[in-house]
Nanobody
Framework: QVQLVESGGGLVQPGGSLRLSCAASGSISSINAMGWYRQAPGNQRDRVATITSGGSTNYADSVQVRFTISRDNAKNTVYLQMNSLKPEDTAIYSC?????????WGQGTQVTVSS
């Protein structure tokens, strides 16, 4: 089992920045990759960014350049640095961990970009 706890969401003005954190606990060694999805009201859940156990990263086209995913192995934590935020980035952001045979999800954190 893997437990994920997210933090860092909130309200920010357009052009601003936020950093989301996702702390993992439990069977950490089983995790192959971690990342973030987001879901805006009325929309499907979309992948935002992924980082593998080897350190490779991948981003959705809509956030490329503006968002950076990183990890601190000593803290078992993955971060999503979000810069140049736009109103269309408003969504619930959920952290996930892929252990190969199942995915685990955090509780989600709200990000609202509005003036």
């Amino acid at each position: 089992q893997v437990q994920l706890v997210e933090s860092g969401g909130g309200l920010v003005q357009p052009g601003g920045s936020l950093r989301l954190s996702c702390a993992a606990s439990g069977s950490i060694s089983s995790i192959n990759a971690m990342g973030w999805y987001r879901q805006a009201p009325g929309n499907q859940r979309d992948r935002v960014a992924t980082i593998t156990s080897g350190g490779s990263t991948n981003y959705a086209d809509s956030v490329q350049v503006r968002f950076t995913i990183s990890r601190d192995n000593a803290k078992n934590t993955v971060y999503l640095q979000m810069n140049s935020l736009k109103p269309e980035d408003t969504a619930i952001y959920s952290c996930y961990a892929d252990s190969g045979y199942r995915w685990y999800w955090g509780q989600g954190t709200q990000v609202t970009v509005s003036s």
